[in-house]
């Protein structure tokens, strides 16, 4: 008996060679006998392709979203100089007499009032 199950296992791998070697490998019955597999690969693939898909498409509004970071950034240093050079005495004094709003700049420091 167990020399006919070895003869019938030397004939299958002889006609799984002759097979490989003849390109039909992937017959139909490759595909009846393994289906749960050759579905599973497939599934595989397909869950490859759309993560890969999903990780692009993340990169690529990081990227968009750093870059308008940047531009933020940019608008930031440049309101912030805006903003420092119109709070110099020089450029008050300058806005004052330019607006005709009759105010004078002090000519001395503030000070602080005690109370007794």
């Keep these: 008996m ?3 199950n070895s003869n019938n296992a030397a004939k299958s791998r002889k ?4 097979d490989f070697v003849q390109g039909r490998i992937f ?11 050759v579905v599973f690969v ?3 693939a397909l869950a490859y392709i759309a993560n890969k898909f999903l990780f692009q498409s ?3 509004e990081v990227i968009t979203l750093k870059a308008e970071l940047d531009d ?3 608008d930031l240093v440049k309101a912030s100089a805006d903003y420092n050079s119109l709070i110099r005495e020089s450029e008050m004094t ?3 007499h330019q607006h005709h709003l009759g105010l004078s700049a002090p000519l001395e ?5 005690k109370s007794e």
């Design 2 to 4: 167990s020399n006919k």
């Design 15 to 18: 006609k799984a060679g002759k």
């Design 27 to 37: 017959s139909l019955e490759f595909f009846k006998r393994y289906w749960f597999y």
């Design 42 to 44: 497939v599934a595989m």
């Design 58 to 60: 993340s990169m690529q």
């Design 72 to 74: 933020s950034r940019t």
């Design 94 to 96: 300058k806005l004052m």
């Design 109 to 113: 420091p503030p000070y602080e009032l």
